[in-house]
């Protein structure tokens, strides 16, 4: 049973990293609305008595699948949708295109068991922000979902490296392209971009370089303006496919 799930029943679960403070600039008057998608019944209520227990996090609605998951973004227009990937009538990674259309503003977080490569590959092309897996303990959820809101992304850092052997593959793939030249970033800037690929977040690249997390919100801005991109995710992409950074 997941950790979360275990508490929600009355057990508890092993401690686990203690993630940023609220979303930065979010009035507690203004909690980060939540729509959950599972198609477990039981996982739903587990997951929305945790969440409960947040004073800045509130669980709006919740959806027994990916078709019913659309109808409700688009009615309840939520700052994040956290859902299962694989689900009957029609599954989280194929919902993820249509509540883009319906509620742009709503940042998609993948909460499943699925540790396929292929499902992380295609949720993230969906435009999912975050793929995280149902083994995390309640306070990575917590974390997980403040994190997104706001404006970075998360993946457990077993699928990550999934996703940078696919990224290598890609670039081994195209070799024999040649593009305009990649703008330069600084050997600081260069640091913390091979840090954001092991999937690490602003608080704890802070602590590797020992430097502020605001000095790293302010690179990873920089490495976003330079290369004209708007994702840290499309920045580690296009870092692995313009050889800016090496995987070895």
Same mark, same amino acid.
């Given at each position: 049973m997941p950790d979360f799930?275990? *508490?929600?029943a009355g057990g508890s679960g092993p401690d686990s990293y203690e993630g940023p403070d609220h979303a930065a600039g979010r009035a507690p008057a203004e909690p980060i609305r939540v729509l959950v998608v599972d198609d477990h019944a039981l996982f739903r209520r587990g997951l929305e008595i945790v969440l409960a227990q947040e004073e800045d996090i509130q669980v709006v609605g919740e959806a027994g699948d990916g078709a019913e998951a659309v109808d409700k973004a688009a009615d309840l227009l939520p700052d994040i949708v956290l859902m299962d990937v694989r689900m009957p009538r029609r599954g989280g990674i194929e919902a993820c295109t249509s509540i883009k259309e319906v509620a742009p503003s709503a940042k998609i977080i993948m909460l499943t068991i699925s540790d396929e490569e292929a499902d992380l590959y295609e949720a993230i092309k969906a435009g999912a922000t975050g793929y995280l897996l149902k083994?995390?303990?309640?306070d990575e959820?917590?974390?997980?979902i403040r994190a997104v809101a706001d404006g970075q992304s998360q993946i457990s850092p077993s699928m990550a490296s $999934?996703? =940078?052997?696919?990224?290598?593959?890609?670039?081994q793939r195209t070799d024999e392209r040649r593009l305009v030249p990649?703008? $330069? @970033?600084?050997? *600081?800037?260069? /640091?913390? =971009? $091979? @840090?954001?690929?092991?999937?690490? %977040? %602003? #608080?704890?690249i802070a602590k590797q370089l020992f430097i502020s997390e %605001?000095?790293?919100? %302010?690179h990873v801005r920089n490495i =976003? /303006? $330079? =290369?004209?991109?708007?994702? *840290?995710? /499309?920045?580690?992409?296009?870092?692995? #496919?313009e050889k800016i950074l090496e995987i070895r």
């Open positions: 799930a275990h *508490r929600a083994e995390i303990s309640t959820v917590a974390t997980a $999934k996703l =940078l052997t696919e990224f290598k593959s890609m670039i990649a703008p $330069k @970033l600084t050997d *600081r800037e260069l /640091e913390v =971009l $091979k @840090l954001v690929a092991t999937g690490l %977040n %602003n #608080r704890d %605001n000095t790293v919100k %302010n =976003l /303006e $330079k =290369l004209q991109l708007h994702s *840290r995710m /499309e920045a580690v992409v296009y870092a692995m #496919r």
